[in-house]
Structure formats: structure tokens, C-alpha cells
């Protein structure tokens, strides 16, 4: 098997410090912006999740690229970007320049491109999909290595109803697999729990170099289940934000990422 290596040290680092929270700007006060980054700053966060959606592919809206320039000029954070768009390609190389350290996007958007019609972004994609879709492979590994070659981390995101084994000829192309736990679009949502068994089959899959992402309804509850089925970035919007106490939340939801099983 072939290492792992990460063309962002920044994220690297960050993907080898053991199990990370990173919390979602989405549920941030955008009119506090820079209050609430140095809020987290001063809690020991290490990175940042910025969700950036389309209307297409996911039935929303949410900020894009100056925002995440605004973010880059206020912070040395890892910043960790989540492209929900139907086009992610054409959007790799303005992130980055924006200050992007790692950029994901969503495996059925390369399904949807290569296969249209089929909707893969609400309905998922099964594993016989993987096989059968031409050219769905060999896209998807060229989007990944154009990632790298900016010099950010890759990802790859999967939906609640795709199967977890279509991620697997992309694993030595991936810095970071981000398992959603809840149809993306929307924060506040609930947790799905058929994400523990994703996260399961990626650690014994994966190669533990690659950062295994978890994102929505994540919160004190969910974190243990995520953690104990061997999540190591957990990516969190309101249970960080809610009540204006990100710091006073941070530490206890830390408290809870670092404990082990069976502690008492
Ligand atoms: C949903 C986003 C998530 C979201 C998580 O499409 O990808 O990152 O902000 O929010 P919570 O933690 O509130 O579910
Ligand atoms: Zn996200």
C-alpha cells in the first residue's frame, strides 16, 4: 500500500494530531464573524469548516468566495472547505487562491456529470453505480490529483444514501473522507446513525494518514458514537455556536472527543 502524502502540511498536520473538532462557520454570527474565529482561536480549535453551497446541488444557499478570502485575512486556521456544488472542478483553483488548506467535493457530483439524469445528489450511489458509470472512476481520480497539484488536501464526500465502498479506488488519492451524516444543505439537521457503520469500514479500509470526517448533527450524544466508531475529524456547527458560549462548548465537546471507550 502506498503512503499517504498530503500537498498541504498545514492539513496534514492537522490530520495527524489525533481526533480534531471542526467547527462549521454555518452556524456562526456572520455579522461577528471575526469575534467568533478568535473565540474559537483562543478555545484551542485547530481548523475551520466553510460550507459552500450552490442551489443545485444541494437545495440551498450559503457564502462563497469572499467570504472565504475575509476568513483567510483573520486567521491561520486550517481551513477545511466543503464544496456542495454541481461543478466542482471549476471551482478548485479560486479556493484555493482564496486560502483554501484542504477542499472537498462531493463524489456524486462527478456521478451526476458523468451520468445525468439520474440524480445522484438526492438519491445517492450504490456500488454497482461505481462500476457502471464510464469514466466516473478516472474523473474522479483526476479531480482529486487536481487538488493535491494546488497544493491542498484532497476530499471526498459521500451523502447518507451512498455506499461507503464507492470511496474505495479513490482512498490513495484522498486526504480526507467526509462522511455525511445528514442530507447536506441545511445545519440543525439530525444525525443518521447508518453513518457509524461508514466510519467503521474506513478505519479498517483507509489508510490512517487520511483524516475520517464526519459532518451533521454531530453534538455531545452523537460525538461518542462517531468517535467510537473511529471518526477523527468531527465537523460541528450548532452544537459549537448554539447559545453564544463557543468556548464554554468547545471544551466540554473536546472533553468528550478525547475520552476513551471505557473510561468512567
Ligand atoms: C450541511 C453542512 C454541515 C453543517 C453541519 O450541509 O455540510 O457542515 O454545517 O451543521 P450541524 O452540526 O448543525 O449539523
Ligand atoms: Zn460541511
Not at 445522484?120 to 462500476?131: E, I, K, P, V
Not at 475520552?259 to 468512567?264: L, P, Y
Request: glycine residues 8%; negative net charge.
Amino acid at each position: 500500500m502506498s503512503l499517504v502524502h498530503s500537498s498541504n502540511i498545514k492539513f496534514q498536520t492537522l490530520a495527524q494530531s489525533g481526533r480534531v473538532i471542526l467547527p462549521s462557520l454555518l452556524a456562526c454570527n456572520f455579522a461577528n464573524l471575526e469575534r467568533d474565529i478568535k473565540e474559537l482561536e483562543e478555545a484551542g480549535v485547530q481548523g475551520l469548516h466553510l460550507d459552500i453551497m450552490d442551489g443545485h446541488f444541494v437545495p440551498n444557499l450559503s457564502f462563497g468566495i469572499p467570504v472565504v478570502e475575509a476568513v483567510r485575512k483573520i486567521t491561520d486556521l486550517v481551513l477545511d472547505v466543503h464544496l456542495m456544488l454541481a461543478n466542482p472542478e471549476e471551482y478548485f483553483e479560486v479556493f484555493k487562491k482564496a486560502g483554501a488548506d484542504g477542499i472537498t467535493f462531493h463524489v456524486e457530483s462527478i456521478a451526476d456529470l458523468e451520468s445525468p439524469g439520474k440524480n445522484f445528489a438526492r438519491n445517492g450511489l450504490a456500488h454497482s453505480d461505481s462500476d457502471s458509470i464510464s469514466n466516473f472512476i478516472p474523473h474522479t481520480i483526476s479531480a482529486l490529483q487536481q487538488i493535491r497539484k494546488l497544493g491542498a488536501a484532497s476530499g471526498l464526500s459521500l451523502i447518507p444514501p451512498t455506499d461507503v465502498t464507492v470511496v474505495e479506488p479513490f482512498l490513495s488519492y484522498c486526504d480526507n473522507v467526509l462522511v455525511m451524516s445528514v442530507m447536506p444543505g441545511f445545519g440543525g439537521q439530525e444525525f443518521d446513525p447508518s453513518s457509524k457503520a461508514k466510519l467503521a469500514w474506513l478505519k479498517n479500509f483507509a489508510s490512517p494518514e487520511i483524516l475520517r470526517s464526519i459532518d451533521g448533527g454531530v453534538n455531545q450524544k452523537t460525538l461518542e458514537v462517531c468517535r467510537d466508531a473511529g471518526a477523527t475529524g468531527l465537523v460541528m456547527g450548532t452544537a459549537i455556536f448554539k447559545n453564544n458560549q463557543i468556548k464554554e462548548q468547545f471544551s466540554v465537546l473536546n472533553a468528550t472527543l478525547h475520552k476513551e471507550r471505557f473510561q468512567s
